[in-house]
């Protein structure tokens, strides 16, 4: 059976609808993917309409408004707080006849890459429950994995989306900057966050991609979409760009056995699917880290500064005026991660810091995106690995935060640049997926999706153990 076959009818028979509910909270006990998994509730607000979409679900991340779930961000600070309206991205597909079943859970405001830093559940992976999912956009990935939708929302902010994918074995994709609507996304670090898509096929990223994109008077950061020329229509294979490994980006950049065996397959596939290999240089990858997250934080510590207790929110009834308000709800409310963000975000912004920090940092990010102007003038893509290692163990104290951080390193360079990125499984190493990204000049998401969709017929996404072909069976 198709993919999209098995969706079709799903909400034409309320006798399916309610055999598949059954079926996914079933799964999900054991992952715990979603923080809300409402199929009907949706339907109230506006029934399923006619579309090249019609009658399919999927998840979003619950950084991503959907009237009338939650909006939680995994925070305690948005326990209860219900969305007065829906997101653009969610609105287009909507438009397409598409279902949003359900909210995902994240690590609190997107901070994170385990999907452990919720303040309202941790989901497991899985192909193993003992590890995580990767992060923030943990639950999206997981939920698609297990096979509860066909694809789900995430939003990639330094890898968030691309990380969980290859961590569940699936395909995650974040567009070029500016090409997808971020109305409704609640913001952590504007310049460098999108919303992207998780899916197990290829197809159905190629498919939602063009429903979601485009522009958005609520959101003056969207352009209009001009889709980049292929060189291969030229006649020419495309020309992948191979970056050297183990001499740039520090310690957090080598790859474990498992990543590398990952890798070296990749390596040995890629030119007997008409791909040509060339070396390329990247100077600027020992800095990218470090000036990420100094914008992430400063840029988080402003955009946050509106959960205050004061306009929405949990806040501190005792509070005997606005300054203990503020302080007693934020203290409360945020998670630790989060406050050490925003603090980190305040004193780089601090008068006599900017220089050295903040400025500096966004220096190094113009630095980087002249490095990838002058390599792709001469190559079509670029192959990365997504992440250092596969899913680790849950509460595995050698993947501190700290070093959760550096680990960043190859993902986090297309949100520095803007570029659109898009990771893809390419092999099972001890029992769990491996997965590697290709990066593409601004526009050229059609090179992603081409060059993946190649390799998806050499390696197709493997089924987790929980995926399940037709929850009918």
Not at 64 to 74: D, K, Q, T
Not at 86 to 114: C, H, I, Y
Not at 323 to 329: G, I, W
Not at 412 to 437: C, D, K, W, Y
Request: hydrophobic fraction near 40%; aromatic fraction near 10%.
């Amino acid at each position: 059976m198709k993919n999209g076959d098995r969706w079709a009818a799903l909400f034409s028979r309320t006798e399916d609808l309610d055999r598949w509910e059954a079926w996914a909270r079933r799964v999900d006990d054991k992952i715990h993917s979603f923080l809300e998994l409402e199929p009907t509730r949706t339907l109230e607000e506006q029934p399923v309409v006619d579309g090249p979409l019609r009658g399919t679900p999927f998840g979003v991340k619950d950084n991503i408004a959907v009237r009338p779930f939650r909006l939680s961000c995994g925070s305690r600070l948005l326990s209860s707080f219900v969305s007065p309206y829906t997101a653009t991205a969610v609105a287009r597909l909507q438009g397409a006849g598409a279902v949003p079943v359900g909210k995902t859970n994240l690590d609190e405001f997107g901070m994170g890459s385990s999907t452990q830093l919720s303040a309202f559940a941790e989901t497991c992976n899985p192909w193993d429950a003992t590890r995580v999912p990767g992060g923030s956009s943990g639950g999206s990935a997981a939920a698609v994995a297990a096979g509860l939708v066909p694809f789900a929302l995430g939003s990639d902010t330094g890898g968030s989306v691309r990380q969980p994918a290859a961590f569940c074995g699936v395909y995650g994709f974040k567009p070029t900057y500016g090409s997808v609507s971020r109305y409704g996304l609640v913001a952590y670090a504007s310049s460098l966050e999108t919303i992207g898509v998780i899916a197990k096929e290829v197809s159905w990223i190629r498919r939602i991609f063009p429903v979601i994109r485009g522009l958005d008077p609520r959101d003056h950061s969207t352009v209009e979409y001009r889709p980049r020329e292929a060189r291969e229509s030229k006649g020419r294979p495309l020309t992948v760009g191979i970056l050297k490994l183990g001499d740039s980006g520090g310690d957090a950049a080598r790859l474990s056995p498992e990543v590398r065996a990952g890798w070296g397959k990749a390596l040995e596939a890629l030119p007997a699917l008409g791909f040509r290999l060339t070396e390329v240089e990247l100077p600027t990858l020992d800095y990218v880290v470090s000036a990420y997250y100094v914008i992430a934080c400063a840029e988080a510590s402003a955009n946050l500064a509106r959960f205050d207790g004061v306009r929405y929110g949990e806040r501190a009834p005792e509070a005997d005026n606005p300054e203990e308000l503020v302080r007693l709800s934020r203290s409360r409310g945020l998670g630790e991660e989060v406050k050490l963000r925003i603090l980190l975000g305040t004193y780089v912004l601090r008068s006599g810091f900017q220089d050295q920090y903040y400025l500096r940092a966004q220096r190094i990010r113009t630095a980087l995106r002249r490095d990838f102007e002058r390599i792709f003038a001469e190559v079509d893509l670029i192959l990365l690995p997504v992440y250092p290692c596969a899913a680790f163990k849950r509460g595995d104290e050698t993947m501190d935060p700290f070093t959760q951080k550096l680990s960043d390193v190859y993902t986090s360079l297309a949100n520095m640049a803007g570029l659109p990125a898009m990771s893809f499984p390419v092999s099972i190493e001890s029992g769990l997926p491996v997965g590697m990204q290709f990066m593409a000049p601004p526009f050229a998401e059609e090179l992603l999706f081409e060059a993946c969709g190649r390799y998806e017929e050499h390696y197709p996404a493997p089924d987790s153990p929980l995926f399940s072909r037709d929850w009918r069976a």
